[in-house]
């Protein structure tokens, strides 16, 4: 389950801001555009106003965004103001500073609220796997469970941050768990099923290829996973059939141009394989 590899198939999609922490302390809120609430001070919708704009805002303009968590610490956002700042810092690709921010945060926004500590130390380790440390990544998943046990994409994240560290039992282990948990996700099959392509598994993998096509009938990112595991085990010519369906299917997707450099690759070795085809049958 790697992000990038010859027999692409493809990257997990995990968003950083699935949910915002919630309640936040009335102290830690930022000036909120709603106005405040009758006791002077915001309401806690206006909090989550303020934090949704924020990381909408981070997400399209990391440096302005930056500028305006600053200046919300200055007139005394407290942890909101950090936590925007955190978000802004990950959007703008300094993953260790934007980990390191929001685990900081945990103590506190996370207090009193197991969810809420659980949805940063994800938000966390993601960061920390972008920033290249895997194992720093999967403590805090591990740490996030501990707070919210048998969350299904807590357990679809460390198992993806244990593939990335090559322990890919450990990651089947966690997508065994996730899929107990809820059959119908067709992304932890699609995992579990590149887990099982690196242990050279492919009867299995094609096994959850299958099943994630069930669920998610036509996916290319599938239907390419399928060819790189039919490559693998041996059968080429299948494995052309499946790339050159997933470059029909999306061909202006990433998993469309790595099945076209795919078919590209193997042209030679296809063309090749027919010419000994034809050769025997004169021989015959």
Same mark, same amino acid.
């Given at each position: 389950?790697?992000?990038?590899?010859?027999?692409?198939?493809?990257? +997990?999609?995990?968003?950083? +801001?699935?949910?915002?922490?919630?309640?936040?302390?009335?102290?830690?809120?930022?000036?909120?555009?709603?106005?405040?609430?009758?006791?002077?001070?915001?309401?806690?919708?206006?909090?989550?106003?303020?934090?949704?704009?924020?990381?909408?805002?981070?997400?399209?303009?990391?440096?302005?965004?930056?500028?305006?968590?600053?200046?919300?610490?200055?007139?005394?956002?407290?942890?909101?103001?950090?936590?925007?700042?955190?978000?802004?810092?990950?959007?703008?690709?300094?993953?260790?500073?934007?980990?390191?921010?929001?685990?900081?945060?945990?103590?506190?926004?996370?207090?009193?609220?197991?969810?809420?500590?659980?949805?940063?130390?994800?938000?966390?380790?993601?960061?920390?796997?972008?920033?290249?440390?895997?194992?720093?990544?999967?403590?805090?998943?591990?740490?996030?469970?501990?707070?919210?046990?048998?969350?299904?994409?807590?357990?679809?994240?460390?198992?993806?941050?244990? &593939?990335?560290?090559?322990?890919?039992?450990?990651?089947?282990?966690?997508?065994?768990?996730?899929?107990?948990?809820?059959?119908?996700?067709?992304?932890?099959?699609?995992?579990?099923?590149?887990?099982?392509?690196?242990?050279?598994?492919?009867?299995?993998?094609?096994?959850?290829?299958?099943? &994630?096509?069930?669920?998610?009938?036509?996916?290319?990112?599938?239907? +390419?996973?399928?060819?790189?595991?039919?490559?693998?085990?041996?059968?080429?010519?299948?494995?052309?059939?499946?790339?050159?369906?997933?470059?029909?299917?999306?061909?202006?997707?990433?998993?469309?141009?790595?099945?076209?450099?795919?078919?590209?690759?193997?042209?030679?070795?296809?063309?090749?394989?027919?010419?000994?085809?034809?050769?025997?049958?004169?021989?015959?």
């Amino acid at each position: 389950m790697t992000r990038r590899n010859l027999y692409l198939s493809g990257a +997990l999609a995990l968003g950083l +801001l699935a949910a915002v922490p919630a309640p936040l302390p009335a102290a830690q809120a930022g000036p909120s555009s709603s106005g405040p609430s009758s006791s002077g001070q915001p309401s806690t919708l206006d909090r989550n106003r303020e934090l949704q704009a924020c990381a909408a805002k981070a997400e399209a303009n990391p440096d302005a965004a930056m500028a305006d968590a600053r200046r919300w610490q200055q007139q005394g956002g407290g942890d909101s103001a950090k936590l925007c700042e955190a978000l802004a810092l990950f959007h703008a690709g300094d993953f260790k500073a934007a980990g390191a921010q929001m685990e900081a945060l945990v103590p506190t926004l996370g207090k009193d609220d197991p969810r809420a500590a659980a949805s940063l130390l994800g938000r966390a380790g993601w960061a920390w796997l972008r920033a290249g440390d895997q194992g720093r990544a999967e403590r805090l998943y591990s740490a996030a469970l501990d707070k919210t046990p048998g969350d299904v994409d807590l357990l679809i994240d460390r198992a993806f941050a244990r &593939a990335e560290g090559e322990r890919f039992w450990d990651a089947v282990a966690d997508l065994d768990a996730a899929l107990t948990r809820d059959p119908k996700r067709a992304d932890a099959y699609l995992y579990r099923a590149s887990a099982q392509k690196a242990l050279s598994n492919y009867r299995q993998a094609l096994a959850d290829i299958d099943q &994630a096509l069930e669920l998610k009938p036509g996916d290319p990112e599938a239907i +390419l996973l399928r060819g790189n595991v039919k490559a693998l085990g041996g059968n080429l010519g299948a494995a052309r059939d499946d790339w050159s369906l997933a470059r029909r299917v999306a061909p202006d997707s990433e998993w469309g141009r790595a099945a076209a450099d795919n078919l590209a690759r193997t042209a030679e070795v296809a063309g090749d394989a027919g010419k000994d085809k034809a050769k025997e049958k004169k021989v015959q």
